[in-house]
């Protein structure tokens, strides 16, 4: 079908429809990355999740490509050499050992983190596979010190539900190891700090079905909750990160690496989409203006001595430092440079990345071109340039400066772009940018990235060890939503309930101690953020002293009110002991109390007077805390004459 | 072809249901079950692995089991094979460059790997060299010859004879350097023997091999390649040297001479040192940095010894606290004909030994002594029990290592019974087995944690 990318002009982002992403196609998958809570790492035993930008040693190495399988360097493998980056490795001995700096081959894979994989497989309804085969992943960024990931398919299939009994499918969970932190990446030094390599995490990877970028965000927090609600992933920060992949009808599909927070991916998701189909109609520009894969043209000189005494402060700056200026020129390409892309991003944009990633001139600007509208450069000096470089009206010129090498390197990346323009989106690795667009990261790698890891043996999943799994395993999510609705729990609370570790003792305290929903989910959720405000850690209470606790309650030994103060006094004694509970109110002391009560309130000066009934029950619950029930006393109050 | 290439790997009831639906491996298929469908290629099976599963390699990459009582059916689409072999390129000669010989013994310097088994194909004849690491070719006019396929371990006297033959006719050719490509675990054996096999050369034997398989990218291979060989193309060392990392970071190369090296971790980068002694000297893409002047220099003259003998009745018994006589009496009796002891200290073993190494000098078995604290001397005149072990006619090999004295004594033998002869071969220093003197830099082995230490380690170049 022939596609007439000039029949639809993208919208500013609030005003995209359902219709419009469904007119260009949009699709979009997630690969949603999460760390898991083990006590230790993956492959070795350093202890998991302690992390420190301190280190105690420095380790320099450099990725050399493998060939591929038609003994030629992938596009990856080609790009990480052109850059030859020194890559540095900080090292703190408490959180890193000889495994991580591939000084020690891998250890078996840490059991509890498979069987956490397994389980949240089961709770999609996932195939979980017989036996887990341990695979290589090749990564030339230095992310990883061994230049591979170790990740191993844990399931295959699944799904979620989503939305009018839609249901979203998986196509598969993985089980690997994490990379490295980058701490900084300035010209051919790139370092890592190595605290977070080879914390287990799995990634859960959708089918590209859905079809709007709030649909993306929608199902990524589905994906969230379900891992939380278990109990047995890691939260905060960097715990969970999610790759998302978008294509548009004649695109490419493009994967957006290290998103760092749901809320960004409409407007990323959207940027994507906008960027696919603003570069299909770039190569349907070049089309009309007769330049193909076939006749794009392009040159590029050096042009130093001409820029000696250039009024550009970044490019005489360079020259001054004894750097090499080089002029591209690109025939036909006149104003296409700043031809839009994404939101307030354009062409010049593209070409500005590779050479910043591949060339490694990241001071920005690191190219000038002479469709810019700015005054940067002199026309004066674009006129000697256009001369020497035998420009015509109809061409563009880009400057790009650096040492010998890199200057060099820059050149023929920008001709490289250039020229991929004509062939429409160039297949690409792609990095989440706060603003909501995205920038270049890294080509994308070819399929011949993944081969087995000789080091381990598989791992049989036996019967014995699925079914244990699948015996003790809790509800899904959604699910426990479903339930907690059923029992007329608000949205709110169900939610909090579901994500909380507290879903298995709620249950106990409805079907066994059979106190109600609502009460129970008080007691588990709401209260223990009273609790919180008053510095006290409900979590300390084991789930057999809240259920002592609730059981007194529904025996009638306990109030209402005394089931939270015998929590707040068990939580500040460290345990709950029955000593701690309150004795109920005899008919005596309550006279006594309202009595004193009444005093009080004679000598306080009260200005509002409907608040008068509200402060004097507030004297005597002071001393009735959790002895007797607050309806009982509201009543009593009422009938006396205040 | 074979029935056992057919299902290549597979046994049992994965076999027998492979067989079933005619599906051998390489078969792109899709594998139905009760509960799912995969859709991937068929893979050989290691052998061993449990009869009970087939590997699948799925669309994405990854390699999957399924249990083979679980399948329902597979429906074959086609057959996808694939023959893996090396790029060739054809490697450049630049006349005026030195001409270096690489010999292959087995170990994988380079390599590259069939990305469906992992299975690892060793890169060798220059062109495949050349594909995988270009940077040689501004080095020298490589070639290569391959002498054995052999994992380190199976090297032995008849690869080692055949090794130093080998070097030798090369250097009569006229090389300027050779290279020995070997596996990493014994070639500080290998190392030893050849030092004492080839003597006199005129021109740089480098050993080189690496701790991380080439086909990763954080591979040590490339660049212990690219030291070894300028190393023989341009050094004037004339030694049989080892050359592998110096620390763990990509920084610079050792040379170790080859009768003070040895191997001391069981995976680290920077696993080779030298005992005793410091090395030869440093090397990187650059430069060759000489840490010392007393080595061999290179010549033009082709005037070198080759003593290839070896007779492999030794043995190394490393003592151990309440070692019985019978350890010894058994080697005797299966007709040794000399023992390395590595004794604790100075050089001990216990006082029940005695008899039956009484009994081993009477039935002509010559016993040696070294030390398995590897650093330092064997000094039996300082204790009595070492008195009494002379005494019994254990002769003390001063700084020679364990390793070193075994395969020394191998070829002392191989050249003569005499016994007398021997110990003057043994006592005799060829190539730096044993030194006159311990510089205190000799044994240098850092202790972690301690504030100076960990100061010296907190930045790279280490
Ligand atoms: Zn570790």
Redesign the pocket.
Known sequence: MEINYFDFDFKPFEEMTREDYEKIGFKSGLEVHQQLLTER?LF???PAGHYSDEYNAEILRHMRPTLSELGEYDGTALMEFKTKKEIIYRINYD??????MDDTPPFMMNEQALDIAIEISMLYGANIVDEVHIARKQYLDGSIPTGFQRTAIVSVGGSLPYKNNRRINLIQMSIEEDSCREVSDIGHKRVYITDRL?MPLIETVTEPEMKTPQEVADVNRIISKTVKSTGKVRTGIGAAREDVNVSVTGGTRIEIKGVPRIELIPKLTYNEAMRQWNLLRLREELKNRGITENTFSAKYDDVTKLMKKSRFQPISDAVANGWKVKCVLLRGFKDLLRWKTQTDTFFSREISDRVRVIACLNVLPNIVHSDSMSESMPSSEWSILRKFMGASENDTMVLVWGDDQDSETGAKEIIIRAKEATIGVPSETRQALDDGTNGFERILPGPERMYPDTDLPPIVITEERFNKIKNNISKPFWDKLTYYNSLNLNEKISEELALSKYTNTFEILVNKVKITPNFAAFILIEFPKRLKKEGLDFSLLSEQEIIAICTLYKSGKLIREGVLEIIRASISNGKYTEDLIPVSCSEDELTNRLKEAKEQLKSTKIINLTAKEKIFMGLIMKNLRGRISGKELHGIVKEIKL | MEEKELYKGYRGKALELLKSFNALVWSDVEVKTATSNFIGIILPRSEQADPNHIVLKMRTGYNIGIRADKIKEITIFGHKEAHYKIPEKEFPYTSGMPRVMLFGTGGTIASRLDYRTGAVIPAFSPGELYGSVPELADICNLETEKLYGVFSENMGPEQWIGTAKAIAREIEKGVDGIVIGHGTDTMHHTAAILSFMIQNSPVPIVMVGSQRSSDRPSSDAALNLIHSVKTAAESDIAEVMVCMFGPTSDVYGLLHRGTRVRKMHSSYRSTFRTIGDIPIAMVNKNMIKPLRNDYKKRRNDRTFKLLPYFDDRVSIVYYYPNMKADIIDTLVDSGYKGIIIAGTGLGHVNKPLYPALKRAKELDVAVYMTVQTLWGYAQMYVYDTGRDLMELGVIPLANMLPEVAYVKLGWALGQTQDLNEVKNIMLTTYAGEMTLREPSNGYLIFQGGIPEVEEFISTIKK
């Open positions: 790492k070795c035993r350093c959180t890193v050992c000889t495994y991580e080879g």
